[in-house]
């Protein structure tokens, strides 16, 4: 059977963390959730990893998005785990839930095995493996890293904040793009409809081919 991606909706578990059981459709509910795995506790790349991610914490809040961490050992494990992490990054307080997951049930389902790392006993473990979910339940954008690269965070909110303004306007993000730049109409949208949709007007790219499907518009976001 393939594995959970783009598109899907993520299955409904119930999952035992360091804030106690979760169910992760209640958990997401109207909003949004960044779900990440790493490959273990007490680590060094998911180390710096979890403690950026608290640091950004307000930012993924200010958004409506809930973050949920991901590891296979147990909570009394993460609970040690999260004193390093606080000490390793300055200012950084851990309050989103890591689930735990010893017997690999949950990443399983989520699609967060790496194939190519297995412990000294030779149980599977978590890649880097993260989904933005939408308010529908269904993975908005999944990204996969070994073990050995560690993420970018400031490309995980940017990321996010392309996947919102697109959920709300038939429009795209270019290469690049942060928040408050222009975005690019979407293809499908004829320029009759566009001057309707979009009142504040847009540019139209000359390019050789004469075709006008690069058009550029602002949108004025609210954060
Ligand atoms: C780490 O988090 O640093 C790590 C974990 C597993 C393999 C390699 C690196």
Redesign the pocket.
Known sequence: MPGLTIGDVIPDLLVDTTHGPIQLHEFIGDGWAVMFS???DF???????LGKMALYAEEFEKRGVKLLGFSCEDVASHVEWIKDIEAYTPGCNVKYPIVADPNRGVIRQLNMVDPD?KDSSGEE?PSRALHVVGPDKRIKLSILY???T?RNMDEVLRAVDSLQMTAKYKVATPVNWKLGEKVVISPSIPNQDADKMFPQGYETVKLPSKKEYLRFTQIRSRL
């Open positions: 790493h490959p273990g680590t060094p790349v998911c180390t710096t990893e790392q473990l070994p073990a050995t560690g």
